[in-house]
Nanobody, 127 residues
Framework: QVQLVESGGALVQPGDSLRLSCVLS????????VAWFRQAPEKEREGVGC????????YYADSVKGRFTISRDNAKNTAFLQMNNLKPEDTAVYYC????????????????????WGQGTQVTVSS
C-alpha cells in the first residue's frame, strides 16, 4: 500500500523559512516524479512545483520561483519543499503527490497526473 505523509507545516512570520518533508512508504520513490500542491481557503488547489524522477529537473509556479526549492533523497524515500521568504499569500494546506509523468515539463501542474497524495500539512504565514 503506497502512502505519503507530509510534515513540517507550522505558523511562521513573513520572511521566515520552512522546510516540508514528504515520506513515501510502500514503494520506491525513484520511479516517481514528486510534486507539491497547495490549497488556500476558498481557492482551488494549485501546483507549487515538481521534481522529475529521471534527471531531477525541477519546475515551479511563477509565484514561488526563486523562493521555493524542491529536492529529493531517494535513499530515504523522502522529498522536500524548502520555502524561503514566506509571504502571507503562501498560507495554505500543502500536499505532496507522486506520479509517473511522461513529460513532467509539460504536465507537472496537472493534479490528475498524480496517482498518490498525502493528507496535507498546514502552513500559515502571519505576523
Amino acid at each position: 500500500q503506497v502512502q505519503l505523509v507530509e510534515s513540517g507545516g507550522a505558523l511562521v512570520q513573513p520572511g521566515d523559512s520552512l522546510r516540508l518533508s514528504c515520506v513515501l512508504s510502500g514503494f520506491t520513490l525513484d520511479v516517481y516524479s514528486v510534486a507539491w500542491f497547495r490549497q488556500a481557503p476558498e481557492k482551488e488547489r494549485e501546483g507549487v512545483g515538481c521534481i522529475a524522477s529521471t534527471d531531477f529537473s525541477t519546475y515551479y509556479a511563477d509565484s514561488v520561483k526563486g523562493r521555493f526549492t524542491i529536492s529529493r533523497d531517494n535513499a530515504k524515500n523522502t522529498a522536500f519543499l524548502q520555502m524561503n521568504n514566506l509571504k502571507p499569500e503562501d498560507t495554505a494546506v500543502y500536499y505532496c503527490a507522486v506520479g509517473t509523468l511522461v513529460s513532467p515539463k509539460r504536465d507537472w501542474s496537472g493534479a490528475r497526473e498524480y496517482d498518490f497524495w498525502g493528507q496535507g500539512t498546514q502552513v500559515t504565514v502571519s505576523s
